[in-house]
């Protein structure tokens, strides 16, 4: 039975730079990206499309981007504007349909399934979608229409920019064969050179290998990167997406050694963590610490909290104990990550870590509640005055906190600037 066409995947087109260009029409036309310094080992958030003609892209340090285009017009990301947008656009999707499942501030999937009498058919929709943000924010969209998600994300990235791209049912085999294995969502460089090693280049090449074969040789990954080759994507558009993580980390301009200093730097991550924790309604059990050195080795220590927390100074103390079992040496990379995350809502089990009998119990308890009602306070002088406005005495004087790509360091699960 053919399945409806009723997905669509919606991708802003470099939406940084493009939101940059927009606001500043002088620079349409020129290399533009989004990013941090080259000299303070800045990487790219977001490149325009001029600049990708040089072979510059997201992820790339901005040192590399510039010598790849010399005429780079490189911008500071301002990420409360993007998000401004971001909203704006948002709204629009939630117009046709409530089922929007958003991936980032410029990408979403929807289902119009239900809508066809008020807006007409999923096609009628992703045009009518992309105008009204043309027409309201001045940015550009490319729309995917496709049975499945997995279709209509892959459709959406086919004609960039400017796209609008349907994948029918009779189509699937046509459209999906002749791309690259490492179109198929799951297939990273590792699995793609392991199967460029068994002469799986094309998603056509993949498809024709017998299912025991793939799930011989890549386990339970192998059955859904197979099932993706023939176009089979079970998964459901869902409006709410459980977040799973929140954290923030920075790469620093010099390496740092004094423990002094790094651990000023955590308390400041601590914070900002925790207050975006509580902004969403959130708290998490576990804390993670990653350090970078020089040569790039990598290491995380991690911790799990017996009550979940989403106070600054409770993750501080887990995170400056993680970073004591960091073996001293200068480090370039900082961070500090909050993990299982649920909904302050909740009541919180378990028993209290180092919180030994019931009177150690009780102090704790009453700790606790005082630590929260004076956060609570400063949250709405934050809120009312402005993130530098709060924090703690021993931050006062120091700059803010800014990562890798220019921006404040945090890390959000799918935030890519619109590729």
Known sequence: ????????????????????????????????????????????????????????????????????????????P????YTAVSRQVMGIFHRYTPQVEPLSLDEAFLDVAGSERLFGDAVDVGRAVKADILRETGLVASVGVAPTKFLAKLASDLDKPDGFRVIQEDEVREVLDPLPVSKIFGVGPRTAKRLEGLGVTTVRDLADMSRDEVRGRFGASGLWIHD?????DPRRVTPRREEKSHGMERTFAEDITDRGELRALLLSFCEEVAFTLRDKGLRGKTVTLKARYPDFTTVTRTKTLDVPTNLGPRIYTVAKELLERVQPGPLRLLGVQMARLEDVRIPAQGSLFGAGPQQGRKLWMESNQKLSAVTKSLDKLRRKLGPGAI???TLLGRGKVHGADGSDGRIELGADGGE
């Open 1 to 76: 039975m053919p399945r409806s066409l009723t997905v669509l995947h919606v991708d802003m087109d470099a939406f940084y730079a493009s939101v940059e260009v927009r606001d500043n029409p002088s620079l349409a036309g020129l290399p533009v990206c989004v990013g941090g310094p080259a000299s303070s080992r800045g990487v790219i958030s977001a490149a325009s499309y001029e600049a990708r003609e040089f072979g510059v892209h997201s992820a790339m340090p901005t040192a590399l981007a510039r010598r790849l285009c010399p005429n780079l017009v490189l911008l500071p």
């Open 78 to 81: 301002d990420f409360d504007r």
């Open 228 to 232: 993706l080759a023939h176009g089979i």
């Open 391 to 393: 924090m703690p005495a």
